[in-house]
């Protein structure tokens, strides 16, 4: 299976769904040390269910930190370190910098709930998206 590394964002997303088991269904889920601590930030659980991996934290790049918070410079930063080609990050702008800057393929909440649906993981898709901003949480049309 092939990994992904998860930025926080789409997490919380996929926990508002209850479809937060999407993810192993299509990835080795990986988790930097940053994402699980603003995860249990946002969410006051103390871990992620046992099908995703908790991984070392990569060196701190002083050009992410000083760009993106925590979270999103450390899955760019282990993703690059470990040769890893893509990540799951909804925030724009660490969608430009991991692409534009690192080579990296990129992918959201959006383009998860797409591939679940093609797989048959889920039905129709519109609803989760409806569901999303009712909770607050942004995405594009």
């Known amino acids: 299976m092939q990994p992904l590394v998860c930025d926080t964002g ?12 999407l993810l192993p269904a299509l990835y080795r889920p990986l988790v930097t040390p940053a994402v699980l601590a603003e995860w249990k930030a946002a969410d006051g659980r103390a871990d ?7 991984t070392t934290e990569p060196p701190t790049d002083p050009l992410l930190t000083h760009q ?16 890893i080609a893509r990540i799951l990050i909804d925030e724009r702008k660490g969608r430009r910098i991991a692409r534009r800057v690192f080579g990296l393929e990129t992918i959201g909440t959006a383009g998860l709930l797409v591939q679940a649906k093609r797989r048959g993981l889920t039905g129709d898709i519109a609803p989760l998206f409806a569901r999303l901003k009712e909770e607050g949480y942004w995405i594009g049309d």
């Open 48 to 54: 992620l269910p046992p099908s995703f991996e908790i």
């Open 68 to 83: 993106l918070d925590s979270g999103e410079a450390s899955v760019i930063q282990f993703a690059v370190i470990n040769d």
């Open 10 to 21: 789409p997490l919380v997303a996929l926990l508002y769904l209850d479809l937060l088991d």
